[in-house]
C-alpha cells in the first residue's frame, strides 16, 4: 500500500536550512502529484510546495518561493524539499502529500516538525 514516511525536521535558527525528505513506497511518481504541506500550532494546513508528473513542474506558495525548492529522485523514490534561509514563521509540522491523479486519493504521511528559534 501507499507510504510516506517524512524525515529531516530540526531546530534551526532563523537564516538556517533544513533538507526534509519524504519517503515513498507501494507507488511510483508517474501517477501522483506529490506536495508539501505544514500546519503551525492554532492554524490550518496550508500548502508549501507541489512537484506534478511526469514533467516534475514545481509551484510555491507566494510565502517561500525563493527559498524553498522541492525535488525527486525517482530511483530513490524519494521526494525533498530544501528550505533556505529560515523564518520564526517557518515553524510548522511538515507533511508530504501523494495524490493520485486518476482516482485523486490523497494519502498522507506522518509529518516531521521543524523549529525555527534563536
Known amino acids: 500500500q501507499v507510504q510516506l514516511v517524512e524525515s529531516g525536521g530540526d531546530l534551526v535558527q532563523p537564516g538556517g536550512s533544513l533538507r526534509l525528505s519524504c519517503a515513498a513506497s507501494g507507488f511510483t511518481f508517474s501517477s501522483y502529484i506529490m506536495s508539501w504541506h505544514r500546519q503551525a500550532p492554532g492554524k490550518e494546513r496550508e500548502l508549501v510546495a507541489t512537484l506534478s508528473s511526469p514533467g516534475g513542474n514545481t509551484n510555491y506558495a507566494d510565502a517561500v518561493k525563493g527559498r524553498f525548492t522541492t525535488s525527486r529522485d525517482v530511483a530513490k523514490n524519494t521526494v525533498y524539499l530544501q528550505m533556505n534561509n529560515l523564518k520564526p514563521e517557518d515553524t510548522a509540522v511538515y507533511y508530504c502529500?501523494?495524490?493520485?491523479?486518476?482516482?485523486?486519493?490523497?494519502?498522507w504521511g506522518q509529518g516531521t516538525q521543524v523549529t525555527v528559534s534563536s
Open positions: 502529500k501523494a495524490r493520485n491523479i486518476w482516482t485523486r486519493a490523497d494519502y
